[in-house]
């Protein structure tokens, strides 16, 4: 039986792909702060210490979901914690990878790990690393992974926004917003931003883990669709049953208000909630390309956001 360890368990994707795994005949082994038992061994990644020898022993495949997310909240984000925990986090768990001799280890990074690109859609090519905090945290874990020699099997996934049934993240809060009514209508700016069902994030790291064609790969994984805002928002009008709407918020008017938010910010230290970088991301494109996973893993997606729509709305309510 192939025994796999899982950080991050108690995640949005980490409790899915326990259950994934064990669905398939893996034995698995989580960890957490406090720890209960030999399958949930007591480690915090942000702790100085290395990881305990029991942690991977016996075990065959490394899925590393724990780390600091993007914290979008944050005004002044602390450079410091993001390394200590995702980079130095995840050096700790390779070495104790490699000690126990793991075989295989798949990392989950983020498309945010690599800068922005004029050239959409984006692909595994451009390897620019980010320059914000979290971004260049995950970016410099994907190379130790890669090329820290730690590991026979070492693979990145790089995954775009990621949807399904969980109350965390942009999309629910959107949700949210335009159910209460103060989400403005953006105009349609043909932007085209890129996202991926939990499951199909599941689909790929068992790819990942298995076909030795991974080897050393960073991987894209997006549902292969391209959504713009305004498309999102009258989806999420419709899925909730409201009725459509032809107008659009002035765009002169959602620059002066991500201005005050601005302001806000540097007063505070705090996220409004929208100033210029949330206009940015709300009116810009973040489109990538999955065609890689596809084409040497056989990764197709089985989800779309139109069909999931309804469901996730359903878990909010």
């Known amino acids: ?17 326990c259950q994934a795994l064990m669905n398939q005949g893996y034995a698995v082994r989580t960890c957490s702060r406090a720890g209960h038992g ?48 995702n980079t130095d986090g995840t050096r700790k768990l390779l070495e104790a990878a490699q000690q126990a001799g793991v075989k295989s280890f798949v990392f989950f990074s ?11 859609p984006m692909d595994e090519t451009f390897n620019e690393p980010a320059s914000d905090p979290y971004g260049l945290s995950k970016y410099e874990a994907e190379q130790l992974v890669l090329h820290g020699g730690y590991i026979p099997h070492p693979v990145v996934l790089r995954l775009s926004m990621v949807y399904g049934d969980t109350g965390k993240g942009n999309l629910p809060r959107m949700i949210k917003a335009v159910r209460r009514g103060i989400f403005p209508p953006l105009a349609e700016s043909g932007n085209q931003r890129s996202m991926v069902h939990v499951e199909d994030v599941i689909a790929s790291a068992l790819l990942a883990a298995e076909k030795p064609e991974a080897t050393g790969q ?64 709300l009116t810009g494109s973040a489109w990538y390309s999955s065609a890689k996973i596809g084409r040497e893993l056989g990764f197709q997606p089985r989800h779309t956001l139109w069909k999931a729509l309804p469901d996730i709305i359903r878990h909010l309510s």
């Open 1 to 17: 039986m192939t025994k796999a360890l899982v950080t991050g368990a108690s995640g949005f994707i980490g409790s899915q792909l």
């Open 38 to 85: 030999p399958d949930n061994i007591a480690f915090d990644f942000a702790n100085p210490g290395a990881c305990p020898a029991e942690l991977c022993s016996g075990i065959d495949v490394v899925f590393h979901l724990a780390g600091k997310a993007h914290a979008l909240a944050e005004n002044r984000q602390d450079t410091a914690e993001y390394r200590e925990v």
């Open 110 to 120: 983020s498309v945010k790990a690599v800068g922005d690109s004029s050239r959409q």
């Open 218 to 281: 960073i991987y894209i994984v997006t549902d292969q669709q391209s959504y713009s805002t305004r498309q999102i928002y009258d989806a999420i009008r419709a899925a909730l049953g409201k009725r459509p709407v032809a107008w659009s918020a002035p765009m002169p008017l959602l620059i002066g208000l991500a201005r005050l938010g601005d302001g806000f910010g540097r007063l505070t230290g705090r996220r409004f909630p929208i100033d210029s970088d949330s206009l940015e991301k």
